[in-house]
């Protein structure tokens, strides 16, 4: 349930810089704590999130039980998971991440193509209605997943009647989950261009609707869109309740069938998992943090001055 | 952060809409893609999970599921899902907003910052089955730092044994420990640009006054931030409320509302009402719409000073 960290990137631009630097003394007045407090706060906080980290690292690596209180260590584990001996052992895992990566593909193409069109639509004709559009994809943050799973059970029958009960009739569902997710740094994005003033500009320099929306509004939404994928697939790859009240094997439901046979392999998973999200989401963070150099051309240095 | 859209300017996008009043009659046709599916996949289910306890199996309108509410287990998981979430909100927000603290007067693109920001993105997300591994591998029964204890003399630690019923992990207060690994993220993502508004004027003012840096922050500080702090400790508090899957790989015998709810819909007699996950669902979603009521009043005051 991360709340947005593009927005949260988004500072007041004209907020006066500190007076840093300014000779004012020792600051034993100031708001902010001293290296100390702040050393030692960040650290003792650091040390204790690191910790199941390593354990989970530690744990991976562990070979064979102690033996007189001494563990040995090794990448067995590792190689394990891509000998072909197991390959019957974790098939059910291998299918589970093919399976995600499919509900994956399809997620990313319902936000795509439903949810940004809809959102550049509604802000280019139906500018009364970006509040209503936002209570509907804040609504899925308000509704836990297991009280709407509750209903997908139902809802599903159906589906699978139509389309079979194939793992990626789940991506409906999973873009309902996602859509708060994938919201939030495109609207931010929406927020800080003019839509309406270039296309309009765009328009009466004699461009077709076609042109103005591939031309000029996408490229100038690039930031907003590629977070909001990114996020998506950080989500899906995590969802679980779903999955599991469904039936499919994905990722996530693969990890628990397996960590009952193997609990190593399960652990590595988890932590490949973990360090691909890590990447995605650093990704987002230097998308969002801005970094306004400005680029050759493009006309994305119109952003919105707050009034 | 919810208000940030609700003071975005509605100026500019009157020109668009005027212009065009006889195409409007058909333009609306383009938010029908989007609507449908969010009334199949999120209205439909929303209202089928929800409404489905007001209903016996023949499909007949009735009250008498509710009784459901009156069974002493279901009260039990109720107050221990409120007191977990109660709990961890209270601690993570606490913990999140030091960590705040200890930001406070760092560059806002330098590496501290990145860093923290990009952890807590990832961390925040980071729940369900791979938490639970990596808790597993920290605290479980050959977890790390449990070996750790016994090799140092602890051989009857609070981690191997709690209350006598086993592992402290795979017991409902176990739940606590690894709730705040997300926690505490999310509470510095949200709580941060809260902190960040507190300008660097106010501190000056107040040392100019003779004010010291405790007097600082008991007298301006903490009544500026107080409005942002509950409603993020609220956001925490929905947060764990209806987290499901790290509590249903820890936790097999059940004990909170989400695993009550899965336990409920794959056998419909435990309570011996009919559709009783629909009844939990009904009363989660109570809940939440209590939560988030307070969280977008508390978030309207703290908005004042964000700008």
Sequence with gaps: ?307 | MMSAAAIAPATTTSGAGVSTPRRRSVAWLGLLPFAGYVLLFLAVPAVLAVGSGFFTRAGAFTLANLAAFADPNIQKAFLASIGISALTAVAGAVIGAVVCFALLGTRSDGFLRTAVDSASSVLAQFGGVMLAFAFIATIGQQGLITKWLISSGLADNVFLNFNNQGPLLYQISGLNIVYLYFQVPLMVLTFMPAMEGLKSTWAEASATLGGTRLTYWTRIGMPILAPAFFGSLILLFANSFSSYATAAALLSQGGIIPLAIKQQSSSETVVGVANVSGVLALGMVVVMIVLMTAYAALQRRASRWQR
């Design chain 1, 1 to 307: 349930m991360t709340v947005s960290t593009a927005t949260a990137t988004t500072s007041d631009p004209i907020a006066p810089k500190a007076v840093r630097g300014s000779p004012v003394g020792p600051r034993s007045f100031a708001a902010e704590p001293g290296r100390v407090v702040r050393g030692i706060i960040l650290g003792i906080v650091g040390v204790v999130f690191l910790v199941p980290i390593v354990a989970m690292i530690e744990f991976s690596l562990r070979v064979g039980q102690p033996v007189d209180g001494r563990q040995a260590y090794g990448f067995q584990h590792f190689v394990a998971v891509f000998d072909p001996v197991n390959s019957r052992a974790y098939g059910v895992l291998f299918q589970g991440i093919v399976n995600s990566i499919g509900i994956c593909a399809i997620t990313v193409l319902i936000v795509l193509v439903l949810l940004l069109p809809t959102m550049i639509f509604v802000e280019l004709k139906f500018p009364g209605l970006r509040r209503a559009l936002e209570f509907v994809c804040i609504i899925p943050i308000t509704i836990p997943s297991i009280v709407l799973v509750v209903g997908f059970v139902p809802v599903y029958s159906v589906v699978a009647g139509i389309f079979g009960s194939h793992p990626w009739t789940l991506s409906f569902a999973v873009g309902i989950i996602v859509l708060p997710y994938a919201y939030r740094p495109i609207a931010a994005n929406l927020r800080a261009i003019e839509v309406v003033v270039l296309s309009e500009a765009s328009r009466s320099l004699g461009a077709g609707w076609t042109s103005v929306l591939t031309r000029v509004i996408l490229p100038n939404l690039r930031r907003g869109i590629l977070s909001s994928v990114f996020i998506t697939i950080a989500v899906v790859l995590g969802e679980y309740t779903i999955a599991s009240f469904l039936s499919q094997n994905t990722f996530q439901t693969a990890l628990i069938l397996v960590q009952h046979t193997d609990p190593y392999v399960a652990v590595i998973f988890a932590l490949f998992a973990l360090i691909f999200a890590f990447v995605l989401l650093v990704f987002i963070g230097r998308l969002g943090s801005g970094s306004p150099r400005p680029r050759r051309g493009g006309p994305r240095r119109l952003t919105r001055r707050p009034e």
